[in-house]
């Protein structure tokens, strides 16, 4: 598979992207490797997760992580729960969104999907939704997401959304209708607890949801 090779501007270390992907976003020059991208996903100095993902360290070079690479590289994090996560290649542009349930470091359940025009927070959102629907209203277990915004939005600002009628004091609830079927979904599930996890940080269950998003990058290649 022909790729073409770039420096990365944040550690220095030399990575690899399929010239397939890269055709597709002319217009776009990675700046870092996906090891670099920081706590959420996002490349330093930008202001959302809207670089394809490039070529990580230890997978075959060139080429997209798929969750079989996830689990041959991965170990660490929980091993218990449901682990969601979107991604955008433009932001808007095409994207995808994962979730998985693993239990005792088992697959239960996974999904995945994608969309042709979208953006990053309605991945992430779609991710959270279907991982809530994963569980029984009277389950007890973690929703995990490495997305800030899905979880500030459900733990924090959506009640207070919902009393003033989904209006926030700066204006529109952007993404209105998933915010309104994500919040529904966790009032039904109680005991479901919503908690962010740092991305890309050997966490083998938010890298493998992290993989099922990325699929329609490699679905393409």
């Known amino acids: 598979m022909a790729a073409t090779r770039y420096r990365c501007q944040l550690c220095g270390r030399d990575f690899e992207l399929p010239d397939s992907v ?22 330093a ?17 060139g ?35 994962g979730a998985v349930r693993v239990r005792a470091g088992r697959i239960i359940e996974e999904r995945s999907g994608n969309e042709a025009d979208t953006t990053n927070n ?9 991982g809530l629907r994963m569980l029984a209203p009277d389950e007890s277990t973690t929703v995990y997401s490495d997305s800030q915004l899905v979880v500030n939005t459900l733990t924090k600002w959506a009640k207070g959304w919902e ?14 209708e998933l915010v309104q079927r994500a919040w529904q979904l966790a009032q ?10 740092k991305a890309h940080d050997g966490s083998r269950w938010n890298e493998y949801a992290d993989a099922l998003a990325t699929g329609y990058l490699r679905d393409k290649g």
């Open 188 to 197: 039904e599930r109680p005991r479901a607890r919503i908690e962010w996890i």
């Open 45 to 61: 100095g930008s202001p959302g997760r809207t670089s394809p993902p490039a070529a990580r360290a230890g997978s075959q070079p």
């Open 163 to 176: 009393q003033r009628g989904w209006k926030r004091k700066e204006g529109p609830v952007k993404n209105l």
């Open 63 to 97: 080429s997209l992580h798929t969750p079989a690479d996830v689990l041959a590289r991965y170990h660490g994090g929980p091993q218990d729960g449901v682990f969601t996560d979107g991604s955008c290649s433009g932001n808007p542009g095409p994207g995808g969104w």
């Open 22 to 43: 890269r055709s597709r976003y002319p217009d776009w020059t990675p700046r870092a490797c996906l090891d670099c991208r920081g706590n959420s996903g996002k490349v």
């Open 122 to 130: 309605r991945m992430e959102l779609t991710a959270m939704i279907e």
